[in-house]
């Protein structure tokens, strides 16, 4: 099982910039896409920014420019860096990793998700 923590979220300026963290730990093999989504009152989750194993990056139209996400593997952590917030940003901020677990003689891949993070951009 592997779980993942969130954290970095909060209240913020239009204008402003936040740094989100998402952590993974458990029986982990490899991780390959880290990424995060975002789900907004009343609205479907949706893709914010994507990397993969290689390190290549996928944005949301409307995060390109803004948004830069980023990954350490030695820490299984990937980094969601906000800057130029708007009121529409906000919204609960989910990150998923796909990769996995088990050990060179048997594993399996998995896929899980943060338990989430709000962001909320208001003056």
């Known amino acids: 099982q592997v779980q993942l923590a969130e954290s970095g979220g909060g209240l913020v300026q239009p204008g402003g910039s936040l740094r989100l963290s998402c952590a993974a730990s458990?029986?982990?093999?490899?991780?390959?896409?880290m990424g995060w989504y975002r789900q907004a009152p009343g609205k479907q989750r949706e893709l914010v920014a994507v990397?993969?194993?290689?390190?290549?990056?996928n944005y949301a139209d409307s995060v390109k420019g803004r948004f830069t996400i980023s990954r350490d593997n030695a820490k299984n952590t990937v980094y969601l860096q906000m800057n130029s917030l708007k009121p529409e940003d906000t919204a609960v901020y989910y990150c998923?990793?796909?990769?996995?677990?088990?050990?060179?003689?048997?594993?399996?891949?998995?896929?899980?998700w943060g338990q989430g993070t709000q962001v909320f951009v208001s003056s």
């Open positions: 998923n990793v796909r990769g996995t677990v088990g050990d060179y003689v048997f594993r399996r891949d998995f896929g899980s």
């Open positions: 990397i993969t194993g290689g390190s290549s990056t």
């Open positions: 458990g029986n982990i093999f490899s991780i390959n896409t």
